[in-house]
């Protein structure tokens, strides 16, 4: 089993910044493909950014690409998601998610944290 637990949504204006974070216990955090995903209302759960096991690749989805940038300290068992140039349409409940391959497929993902709501205002 492991346990994930995501902290650092918010409310924040346009154009402003959020680190999310992903804390880890339970089993080996470093063996396992890390990803956030986000589910705005209304609509389907959908990727956003992923990371292997030992944080050398990484991959994002087009509408965050070269905004959002993904990363992990597994010393610290912990991920993080670096969210600049925020759009209101990036509000959204976003959640991490642990697997043990590469992918960006969310019913891939074996375990998932509660979720972090971050509203972005216009």
């Known amino acids: 089993q492991v346990q994930l637990v995501e902290s650092g949504g918010g409310l924040v204006q346009a154009g402003g910044s959020l680190r999310l974070s992903c804390a880890a216990s339970?089993?080996?955090?470093?063996?396992?493909?890390m990803g956030w995903f986000r589910q705005a209302p209304g609509k389907e759960r959908e990727f956003v950014a992923r990371i292997s096991w030992s944080g050398g690749i990484t991959n994002y989805a087009d509408s965050v690409k070269g905004r959002f940038t993904i990363s992990r300290d597994n010393a610290k068992n912990t991920m993080y998601l670096q969210m600049n140039s925020l759009k209101p349409e990036d509000t959204a409940v976003y959640s991490c998610?642990?697997?043990?391959?590469?992918?960006?497929?969310?019913?891939?993902?074996?375990?998932w944290g509660q979720g972090t709501q971050v509203t972005v205002s216009s």
């Open positions: 998610a642990a697997a043990t391959i590469a992918t960006s497929d969310p019913y891939q993902y074996d375990y």
């Open positions: 339970g089993r080996t955090f470093s063996s396992y493909n």
